[in-house]
């Protein structure tokens, strides 16, 4: 159903170095990039996640409440994918673990622009 997320940012070039390292942990690379606005995913027919510079010329801002999860196959993989975050400078929201008693195991951080991220998966455990 989602096709793609986009965040704000303030500085593309930082967030590319960001994504780029955060988001070529799990496969993606860019597949789409103007001056403004750049796009990661596996493939271009799965769902993307992007960077922009307001069109409107204003400052990007954090939306409050928005959050974009990234689905991945085990609580190893969102402990790797949280550290790396953390490695890249982004500000952590919630360590990796167990939340509820339905499988869901997810870590939380926030990128360089502000904008809350989690790492996800449904485990067993």
Excluded at 94 to 106: K, L, M, N, S, V
């Amino acid at each position: 159903m989602i096709g793609y997320v986009t965040l704000g940012t303030n500085d593309i070039e930082r967030a590319a170095t960001f994504y780029d390292a955060l988001l070529g942990e799990l496969g993606a690379s860019r597949f789409m990039e103007s001056e403004t606005f750049i796009a990661w995913s596996v493939s271009p027919t799965t769902p993307a996640i992007s960077v922009i510079k307001p069109n409107d010329g204003n400052a990007a801002t954090v939306g409050n409440g928005v959050m974009v999860a990234i689905s991945v196959d085990s609580p190893e993989k969102v402990d790797q994918l949280h550290a790396k975050a953390l490695e890249l400078g982004a500000a952590d929201e919630g360590a990796p673990g167990q939340r509820g008693d339905g499988g869901f195991y997810a870590g939380y951080f926030r990128d360089l622009d502000g904008n809350k991220l989690n790492a996800f998966c449904m485990s067993q455990g």
